[in-house]
Nanobody, 123 residues
Framework: QVHLVESGGGSVQTGASLRLSCAAS????????MAWFRQAPGKEREFVAG????????VYADSVKGRFTISRDNAKNTVYLQMNSLKPEDTAVYYC????????????????WGQGTQVTVSS
């Protein structure tokens, strides 16, 4: 079981940047896949970005392409989400998640989740 803890959320204005962190503890394997999801009030949880734990190709939701960047530091067992040019529609609770290598944007296929971190963007 992988334990995930997110941090870095906050309240910012339109156009600002934030970097979210997701610290992983427990045993991880290079074939694991990491992802960020978000959930706004009254909406379903949606995929934001994903990548293999070992690095390599990244996948982004169309709504964040060119603004958000997912990366990882294996030495620190941490995955990051750099968010630039934030918009009010980015307001949500952001979660990191991990699965055993399934390339998917569907939340149900992820095995472990963090507790979430709130991001609020005001206009």
């Amino acid at each position: 079981q992988v334990h995930l803890v997110e941090s870095g959320g906050g309240s910012v204005q339109t156009g600002a940047s934030l970097r979210l962190s997701c610290a992983a503890s427990g045993r991880t394997f290079n074939y694991y896949r990491m992802a960020w999801f978000r959930q706004a009030p009254g909406k379903e949880r949606e995929f934001v970005a994903g990548m293999p734990w070992s690095g390599g190709s990244t996948v982004y939701a169309d709504s964040v392409k060119g603004r958000f960047t997912i990366s990882r530091d294996n030495a620190k067992n941490t995955v990051y989400l750099q968010m630039n040019s934030l918009k009010p529609e980015d307001t949500a609770v952001y979660y990191c998640a991990v699965n055993r290598g399934v390339v998917t944007t569907t939340p149900v296929y992820y095995d472990s989740w963090g507790q979430g971190t709130q991001v609020t963007v005001s206009s």
